[in-house]
């Protein structure tokens, strides 16, 4: 079973880390029959400090695809990020 990673900023990635997250989700992309249910239980936060529609969107839809629970934050919303 794969080790969890909380991920803040690309940079607390390697680039192996990068290289085999893009590979999977091209896999995941030409597979599309998985259950829908990969991040079932699973709670993603997003903050996007620039206002941007589609890529928030985007984020989520994704995530709500796969059974995540997304808790989404604008550059308004947190405390000491601005």
Partial sequence: M?????ILSLTDMSSNDII???SRAVEL???RTI???LLNGTIIGTCFLE???RTRT???VAALRFGADVVAYGPRDLQGIM
């Fill in 2 to 6: 794969a080790i969890r990673k909380n």
């Fill in 20 to 22: 085999q997250i893009a």
């Fill in 29 to 31: 992309k030409k597979e």
């Fill in 35 to 37: 259950s829908g249910k």
């Fill in 51 to 53: 206002t941007s529609t």
């Fill in 58 to 60: 985007a984020f989520t």
